[in-house]
C-alpha cells in the first residue's frame, strides 16, 4: 500500500503561482510513475503532469504553466504552477503507480494509489 498526502493549495488571484506537494509513504525513488491530476465540480478527472524516471508529460493546457519534479531524498513529488487561470480551479490529486504506461498515457484508471487532494482556487 502506498499512501500519498498533497498540500500546497489554496485561493490565488489569476496570474498568481503556487506549488503543490506530494510526499509518498513509498521511497520515489523506486517508483515508476507519479502524477498530478484535477478533478472541477461537475468534471471528470483529468491528468495534468506526470513523471516517470525524468521523464515528463503535461496536459495541452498547462504546458509552459506548470512544472512537475521529484525531490526522491524528501519523497515528494511537486507541481510548480505559474500564471495561474480560473479555469485551474480545481481538486488537485496526486497518483502513483508501480509501472510506466500510467504516466504515459495519463489516465486515471490506471493508477493504483492516490491521495485525498488539495483545493487549489484561481479567482479572476
Avoid: H
Avoid at 503535461?58 to 512544472?67: C, E, L, Q, W
Avoid at 496526486?94 to 488539495?118: I, M, V
Amino acid at each position: 500500500q502506498v499512501y500519498l498526502v498533497e498540500s500546497g493549495g489554496t485561493s490565488v488571484q489569476a496570474g498568481g503561482s503556487l506549488r503543490l506537494s506530494c510526499n509518498s509513504s513509498k521511497a520515489t525513488y523506486s517508483t515508476d510513475c507519479m502524477a498530478w491530476f484535477r478533478q472541477a465540480p461537475g468534471k471528470e478527472r483529468e491528468g495534468v503532469a506526470s513523471i516517470s524516471r525524468g521523464n515528463t508529460r503535461y496536459a495541452d493546457s498547462v504546458k509552459g504553466r506548470f512544472t512537475i519534479t521529484q525531490d526522491n531524498a524528501e519523497n515528494t513529488v511537486y507541481l510548480q504552477m505559474n500564471s495561474l487561470e480560473p479555469e485551474d480551479t480545481a481538486m488537485y490529486f496526486c497518483a502513483s503507480d508501480f509501472t510506466r504506461d500510467p504516466c504515459w498515457y495519463l489516465q486515471a484508471d490506471l493508477f493504483n494509489y492516490w491521495g485525498q487532494g488539495t483545493q487549489v482556487t484561481v479567482s479572476s
